[in-house]
């Protein structure tokens, strides 16, 4: 079994910079993709990054250029650096597991609890 504990949350002034982090326990062996979403009240969840077992990228293209997605195997974490943030950036954000890299939801069978991420202007 795997789960997914993710911090770093917190509120910050447009302009500011936060880090994500998600812990993952638990292995299971044909799982090589994971992606941060995020879900604002009123709008749909949508995929912000994606990183593969080889390190491959891929951004929104609302937050490219200011979001970097990393992975530190040897901590079992995830990382998401937010810069230049914006109040539209204001979502709940989940890490995500998944065995092919997508912004299709339902491709990650692993998700954690949740963190709030809160800009103000």
């Known amino acids: 079994q795997v789960q997914l504990v993710e911090s770093g949350g917190g509120s910050v002034q447009a302009g500011g910079s936060l880090r994500l982090s998600c812990a993952v326990f638990?292995?299971?062996?044909?799982?090589?993709?994971m992606a941060w979403f995020r879900h604002a009240p009123g709008k749909e969840r949508e995929g912000v990054a994606l990183?593969?077992?080889?390190?491959?990228?891929t951004y929104a293209d609302a937050v490219k250029g200011r979001f970097t997605i990393s992975q530190d195997n040897a901590k079992n974490t995830l990382y998401l650096q937010m810069n230049s943030l914006k109040p539209e950036d204001t979502a709940m954000y989940y890490c995500a597991y998944g065995s092919v890299c997508s912004w299709r939801a339902t491709n990650y069978k692993y998700w954690g609890q949740g963190t709030q991420v809160t800009v103000s202007s």
């Open positions: 990183i593969d077992s080889n390190d491959r990228t």
């Open positions: 638990g292995y299971t062996y044909n799982l090589n993709c």
